[in-house]
């Protein structure tokens, strides 16, 4: 049986072993092979503040448990918000009817997967009152008006989560993870010579609250008033085919969006990625290397055990050109007999997991940004963005470019605005 007698999250979720072991039992009481539970905590804390005003403050509490009954690809899926025993196992007798099967093997004994805490925190956003969130906000807006008296309207929105998950298979694991994550987003308009222009900056981590030092909040500023401060000498680009440099940083919004979802194993699966049939092919230029990390201490990205209870990992996608792996959850590595990835994501205990991605990024490669722009005869830079959209399964895109260059003769001549890439 499984020993959650000394298990903090099994203390929090009002659950022992008995309890599991019967929930588990009923979903796979009409066959299924496989189950699993995942438990959820979420606190949520956000801070709103504009033209010198607290504008919003709310604070919410979620909570709930999903069960999972799966028979091949057939999945059956119930969740219920209270977390009694028999709102339980109704959810999981109703996820039991939906995926039916020959399963024979009932829920094994488990044991605890050990982890590595990728953002330990010596605090926690639960014992931060929000009255020590307010003077941060407020820091924000100072420090934003003080680095440029054009700037006549700053808003600002913070928000801050507390998640606690626990996830138990019949499979014979269970996992348990305490996930902080805090944002906070700058937004500057400023008038000069008449006009106005707006540009915004952020920053997303599983820090605590003491991470926002003042030089940390600056940063945010500083970003946010250069970028609104640049757009008032932007001209337009000339329209045509331009080849296109696209700048670390923001960037990665085309490589997450017309790649990373199409390394997304469940779109393969199906065969509407453009990659469905490109395992082990060639697919980019030999010094491009991609992978997908959920290892990042303290990043966005960062996960130490995926919603369906895997280690997560530095999974390489794209190595020198070649396509060597999609991103896996057990549904999908058991169809293409591999290893998961530990990149089971779900919105919350009310959805299926399905694989997604972490933290996607592209590795140096042999270039310099020098000799990048040197290549470049005439084309553009696109540094940051601002809406856009994508067909995951061809990969096409069209990308709005709030900032970016013009460059001319292999040198960049002038900042440019208000240009679609396509």
């Known amino acids: 049986m499984i020993s959650l007698e000394a298990d903090p999250f099994a203390t929090w979720f009002g659950i022992d072993e008995q309890i599991v072991h019967r929930v588990l039992s009923e979903a796979m009481g009409r066959g299924a092979e496989f189950a699993d539970l995942y438990f959820q905590h979420l606190k949520t804390t956000s801070v709103g503040l504009e033209d010198g005003i607290i504008n919003q403050a709310s604070s919410g509490v979620d909570q709930g448990v999903g069960v999972r009954a799966v028979v091949d690809d057939q999945v059956g899926y119930a969740f219920s918000e209270a977390l009694d025993v028999d709102a339980m196992l109704q959810a999981a007798r109703t996820a039991a009817t939906i995926a039916s099967g020959d399963g024979q093997v009932p829920p094994q004994?488990?044991?605890?997967?050990?982890?590595?805490?990728?953002?330990?925190?010596?605090?926690?956003?639960?014992?931060?009152?929000?009255?020590?969130?307010?003077?941060?906000?407020?820091?924000?807006?100072?420090?934003?008006?003080?680095?440029?008296?054009?700037?006549?309207?700053?808003?600002?929105?913070?928000?801050?989560?507390?998640?606690?998950?626990?996830?138990?298979?019949?499979?014979?694991?269970?996992?348990?993870?305490?996930?902080?994550?805090?944002?906070?987003?700058?937004?500057?308009?400023?008038?000069?010579?008449?006009?106005?222009?707006?540009?915004?900056?952020?920053?997303a981590r599983r820090e605590a609250i003491d991470w926002f030092t003042d030089e940390e909040l600056q940063k945010v500023c500083r970003k946010a008033v250069d970028q609104t401060m640049l757009l008032f000498e932007a001209v337009r680009p000339p329209a045509g085919e331009l080849p296109v440099v696209l700048a670390a940083g923001a960037s990665g919004i085309l490589l997450h969006e017309a790649i990373g979802h199409g390394l997304e194993a469940d779109f393969n699966r199906k065969g509407t990625s453009i990659y469905a049939s490109m395992i082990n092919e060639k697919v980019a230029p030999e010094f491009v290397t991609i992978v997908d990390d959920g290892t990042i201490a303290n990043n966005r990205g960062a996960l130490n055990v995926d919603d369906e209870g895997c280690l997560t990992e530095e999974t390489v996608l794209i190595e020198n050109g070649v396509l060597r792996s999609y991103l896996h959850d057990r549904?999908?590595?058991?169809?293409?007999?591999?290893?998961?990835?530990?990149?089971?994501?779900?919105?919350?205990?009310?959805?299926?997991?399905?694989?997604?991605?972490?933290?996607?990024?592209?590795?140096?490669?042999?270039?310099?940004?020098?000799?990048?722009?040197?290549?470049?005869?005439?084309?553009?830079?696109?540094?940051?963005?601002?809406?856009?959209?994508?067909?995951?399964?061809?990969?096409?895109?069209?990308?709005?470019?709030?900032?970016?260059?013009?460059?001319?003769?292999?040198?960049?001549?002038?900042?440019?605005?208000?240009?679609?890439?396509?």
């Open 331 to 422: 549904i999908s590595a058991k169809h293409y007999g591999v290893k998961p990835t530990g990149s089971g994501r779900r919105e919350s205990f009310r959805h299926v997991p399905m694989p997604r991605m972490r933290s996607t990024y592209m590795l140096n490669g042999p270039h310099t940004y020098d000799e990048i722009i040197q290549s470049v005869d005439r084309g553009i830079v696109a540094e940051t963005f601002t809406n856009g959209q994508v067909q995951i399964g061809a990969g096409d895109f069209t990308f709005y470019i709030k900032n970016g260059w013009l460059i001319e003769g292999g040198k960049i001549t002038a900042p440019i605005k208000d240009v679609n890439i396509i």
């Open 109 to 203: 004994d488990v044991s605890r997967i050990e982890t590595v805490n990728h953002y330990a925190l010596d605090r926690t956003w639960e014992g931060v009152a929000v009255s020590e969130r307010l003077p941060l906000v407020r820091k924000v807006e100072s420090f934003s008006k003080e680095m440029d008296p054009a700037v006549e309207k700053v808003s600002i929105f913070w928000y801050d989560r507390e998640e606690r998950v626990l996830v138990v298979t019949s499979e014979g694991t269970y996992a348990s993870d305490r996930r902080p994550m805090a944002i906070l987003s700058c937004r500057v308009t400023a008038e000069k010579n008449g006009q106005r222009q707006s540009h915004s900056a952020s920053v």
